[in-house]
Nanobody, 124 residues
Framework: QVQLVESGGGLVQAGGSLRLSCAAS????????MAWFRQAPGKEREFVSH????????YYADSVKGRFTISRDNAKNTVFLQMNSLKPEDTAVYYC?????????????????WGQGTQVSVSS
């Protein structure tokens, strides 16, 4: 089992940047593909970005492509989400998730472990 703890959320003006971090513990970090999801009030949890175990492959939702960058530091058991050019519609709780199964998934049910979430608020 793996424990995930997100940090780095906050309030930022439109056009600004934030860097989210997700620290993992409890199991071999490189056994897991990692992803970020987000959930706005009254909406379903949606895929944001995915990084493979080796960080050799990354995937992004169309809504964040070109603005967000996912990365991972396997030596520090941490995954990051660099968010630039933030928009008010990026406002949500952002969740880190881990997947042990082989292959890529873009849906919440494809991930076994979740963090508690960190709030990102973007003002216009």
């Amino acid at each position: 089992q793996v424990q995930l703890v997100e940090s780095g959320g906050g309030l930022v003006q439109a056009g600004g940047s934030l860097r989210l971090s997700c620290a993992a513990s409890g199991h071999t970090f490189t056994s897991y593909a990692m992803a970020w999801f987000r959930q706005a009030p009254g909406k379903e949890r949606e895929f944001v970005s995915h990084v493979s175990r080796s960080a050799g492959s990354t995937y992004y939702a169309d809504s964040v492509k070109g603005r967000f960058t996912i990365s991972r530091d396997n030596a520090k058991n941490t995954v990051f989400l660099q968010m630039n050019s933030l928009k008010p519609e990026d406002t949500a709780v952002y969740y880190c998730a881990a997947r042990s199964r082989i292959g890529v998934s873009f849906i919440p049910s494809g991930f076994q472990y979740w963090g508690q979430g960190t709030q990102v608020s973007v003002s216009s």
